[in-house]
C-alpha cells in the first residue's frame, strides 16, 4: 500500500461548480498536509497549509484533514477556468522534510 | 517571496552525455531537493541535501549524482544520460524550522535525451 493514495482523475466541472478533492494516507505520524496546484509545464506552488486535523479555509478555498480516517480533502468553490490544473496533496511527520505526495489529481474548469 | 530558480526549462541532450541541471534558491533554507515528475509515477525524489557539501539518497538515486558547494546552490548530475532519464526535473526548497516542513518548487527542468 502507498502512503498516499490520490484518484488521479482528470476532473471535469462546469465553471461555478464545486471541486472536491481528496487523498488517503497510511502513516499515522503524518502531522502537516499541504495541498498544491500545478499548472501545466509549470513547477508545484503551493496552496493549502494545515498542521493537524481540521479545516482551514483561504478565499474559495478549504482544506480539510480527518486524521482519526486518515483522510484529507480539497474543495474549491465557484470554480473557474483558472482553476484548470493538476492538484497534489503532500505529507510529513513532524520533524522531518521529507514530504509523501499524491500522485496528483487533474482538474478540468469548463467555461 | 521564496524563489527558486532552475537554470534551463528545456533540455535535449544526446545518450551518454554528462548532464548538469542548476538550481538556486534565495530564501538561505537549509534543504533542497531534487525529483523528477513523471506521467502515472508522480514525483519522485532523487536527492536531498539538507546542509552545504552533504547529501542523502532519495527514492531513485541510481543514475544521477549532486553536488552542493554552496548553501543557495544545489546541482543535479545525469554521469551518462539515458532515454529512461526523460522527464520533468523539479528542485525544491525548504527552511529547517520545525513547522514549516513546507517545500518551494523551481518552474522546472524538462529533458528530453535522444
Known amino acids: 500500500q502507498k502512503e498516499v493514495e490520490q484518484d488521479p482523475g482528470p476532473l471535469s466541472v462546469p465553471e461555478g461548480a464545486i471541486v472536491s478533492l481528496n487523498c488517503t494516507y497510511s502513516?499515522?505520524?503524518?502531522?502537516?498536509f499541504m495541498w498544491y496546484r500545478q499548472y501545466s509545464r509549470k513547477g508545484p506552488e503551493l496552496l493549502m497549509y494545515?498542521?493537524?486535523?481540521g479545516n482551514k479555509e483561504d478565499g474559495r478555498f478549504t482544506a480539510q484533514v480527518d486524521k482519526s480516517s486518515k483522510y484529507i480533502s480539497l474543495f474549491i468553490r465557484d470554480s473557474q477556468p483558472s482553476d484548470s490544473a493538476t492538484y497534489l496533496c503532500?505529507?510529513?511527520?513532524?520533524?522531518?522534510?521529507?514530504?509523501?505526495f499524491g500522485k496528483g489529481n487533474q482538474v478540468v474548469v469548463i467555461p | 517571496d521564496v524563489k527558486v530558480t532552475q537554470s534551463s526549462r528545456y533540455l535535449v541532450k544526446r545518450t551518454g552525455e554528462k548532464v548538469f541541471l542548476e538550481c538556486v534558491q534565495d530564501?538561505?533554507?537549509?534543504?533542497m531537493f531534487w525529483y523528477r515528475q513523471d506521467p502515472g509515477l508522480g514525483l519522485r525524489l532523487i536527492y536531498f541535501?539538507?546542509?552545504?557539501?552533504?547529501?542523502e539518497k532519495g527514492d531513485i538515486p541510481e543514475g544521477y549524482s549532486v553536488s552542493r558547494e554552496k548553501k543557495e546552490r544545489f546541482s543535479l548530475i545525469l554521469e551518462s544520460a539515458s532515454t529512461n532519464q526523460t522527464s520533468m526535473y523539479l528542485c525544491?526548497?525548504?527552511?529547517?524550522?520545525?513547522?514549516?516542513?513546507?517545500?518551494?518548487f523551481g518552474p522546472g527542468t524538462r529533458l528530453l535525451v535522444l
Open positions: 525544491a526548497s525548504s527552511p529547517e524550522v520545525r513547522g514549516q516542513e513546507t517545500q518551494y
Open positions: 502513516n499515522s505520524a503524518f502531522q502537516y
Open positions: 494545515t498542521y493537524s486535523s
Open positions: 503532500a505529507m510529513s511527520p513532524y520533524g522531518n522534510n521529507r514530504l509523501a
Open positions: 530564501m538561505d533554507h537549509e534543504n
Open positions: 541535501s539538507y546542509d552545504v557539501k552533504m547529501k
